[in-house]
């Protein structure tokens, strides 16, 4: 229960760091390439302030935070679980167990995701200002209007980003926390957990970033009534042909400025509950706290947010 609520209380704290990051990854995601809104990362963090105020930043921050328990719980299920099945504590099976995990919480992180999406662009277009009031009004708007499709909007595409994704950030962090040598009662362990999250952060977003672009693009495709995709297959190609390659590292810089200082937090908040907890109730804290085999507890939300 303690690992639980240490994951939730970690993740919010992750949300609440990278949630600025991820609106202006959106918003340069899907601007039109004829007549782009933004000039870059800084310039588009800085007309948002201007014209929205610094909460224009937190646009759709309900979304994940509402998701934020029922993410957790699923994550902890599956890689904890998987890593039982699996037995041997090794950086394959942390990856497989990443997979699963990634794999399942797409159920609760695809419609969590759409309504941020949808809600980051409010501002973006004179039409969508007040399409919604808040993210349970975005959520049952779009739910009355396109029904359970609707919801899984870019459910397919989701599902490609998370399940390597997550893979990919386990396998890192093991690798990293290994040959750091995470051990409880290390002087340093707060620091090198967050360099070891960090940069396991920054690589699973290297790993899927091009799907992410896609799936930015099919899930906020629809606002203010305007279909351009009618799938997968179509937004790839009308992207590349309206933009080249390059399109497929829109928002790219925002994102992995984002991605260290989220999982950082994340872990660093973990952490420390964990070994209060522990402390508290005088139990001994064995090596395992630190080690990949039980990183479930330390997930990074993702790409939910996620990472």
């Given at each position: 229960?303690?690992?639980?609520?240490?994951?939730?209380?970690?993740?919010?704290?992750?949300?609440?760091?990278?949630?600025?990051?991820?609106?202006?990854?959106?918003?340069?995601?899907?601007?039109?390439?004829?007549?782009?809104?933004?000039?870059?990362?800084?310039?588009?963090?800085?007309?948002?302030?201007?014209?929205?105020?610094?909460?224009?930043?937190?646009?759709?921050?309900?979304?994940?935070?509402?998701?934020?328990?029922?993410?957790?719980?699923?994550?902890?299920?599956?890689?904890?679980?998987?890593?039982?099945?699996?037995?041997?504590?090794?950086?394959?099976?942390q990856f497989l167990a990443g997979v699963a995990?990634?794999?399942?919480?797409?159920?609760?992180?695809?419609?969590?995701?759409?309504?941020?999406?949808?809600?980051?662009?409010?501002?973006?277009?004179?039409?969508?200002?007040?399409?919604?009031?808040?993210?349970?009004?975005?959520?049952?708007?779009?739910?009355?209007?396109?029904?359970?499709?609707?919801?899984?909007?870019?459910?397919?595409?989701?599902?490609?980003?998370?399940?390597?994704?997550?893979?990919?950030?386990?396998?890192?962090?093991?690798?990293?926390?290994?040959?750091?040598?995470?051990?409880?009662?290390?002087?340093?362990?707060?620091?090198?957990?967050?360099?070891?999250?960090?940069?396991?952060?920054?690589?699973?977003?290297?790993?899927?970033?091009?799907?992410?672009?896609?799936?930015?693009?099919?899930?906020?495709?629809?606002?203010?009534?305007?279909?351009?995709?009618?799938?997968?297959?179509?937004?790839?190609?009308?992207?590349?042909?309206?933009?080249?390659?390059?399109?497929?590292?829109?928002?790219?810089?925002?994102?992995?400025?984002?991605?260290?200082?989220?999982?950082?937090?994340?872990?660093?908040?973990?952490?420390?509950?964990?070994m209060y907890a522990r402390r508290f109730e005088k139990?001994?804290?064995?090596?395992?706290?630190?080690?990949?085999?039980?990183?479930?507890?330390?997930?990074?939300?993702?790409?939910?947010?996620?990472?």
């Amino acid at each position: 229960m303690m690992d639980f609520i240490a994951g939730c209380i970690g993740g919010a704290a992750g949300v609440l760091v990278g949630h600025p990051f991820d609106t202006v990854k959106v918003r340069l995601q899907v601007q039109s390439s004829q007549r782009p809104l933004y000039r870059g990362t800084f310039h588009c963090f800085q007309s948002i302030i201007r014209n929205e105020s610094l909460m224009g930043l937190y646009s759709g921050i309900g979304s994940p935070m509402m998701g934020l328990t029922f993410i957790n719980a699923l994550v902890f299920g599956a890689q904890g679980n998987t890593m039982r099945l699996l037995g041997e504590d090794s950086p394959k099976n942390q990856f497989l167990a990443g997979v699963a995990a990634g794999t399942l919480q797409c159920v609760v992180c695809c419609p969590m995701e759409l309504v941020k999406t949808r809600m980051q662009l409010l501002g973006t277009k004179k039409s969508s200002k007040k399409l919604y009031k808040n993210s349970m009004d975005c959520f049952l708007h779009i739910y009355k209007e396109e029904g359970l499709r609707g919801i899984n909007r870019g459910m397919v595409t989701t599902l490609l980003r998370e399940a390597p994704s997550f893979g990919v950030y386990f396998l890192v962090f093991d690798v990293l926390s290994r040959n750091l040598g995470c051990e409880p009662g290390n002087r340093f362990i707060i620091p090198k957990l967050l360099f070891a999250g960090g940069m396991a952060g920054v690589f699973s977003w290297l790993s899927t970033y091009p799907v992410d672009v896609i799936k930015s693009r099919m899930q906020a495709d629809g606002v203010g009534g305007v279909c351009q995709y009618n799938g997968i297959l179509d937004c790839v190609r009308q992207s590349i042909r309206k933009e080249g390659y390059m399109v497929f590292t829109k928002g790219l810089t925002s994102t992995l400025v984002r991605a260290f200082p989220v999982n950082a937090a994340t872990f660093a908040t973990v952490t420390l509950i964990l070994m209060y907890a522990r402390r508290f109730e005088k139990e001994p804290v064995d090596c395992e706290v630190a080690q990949p085999s039980h990183q479930a507890q330390m997930q990074p939300q993702a790409q939910s947010s996620s990472l």
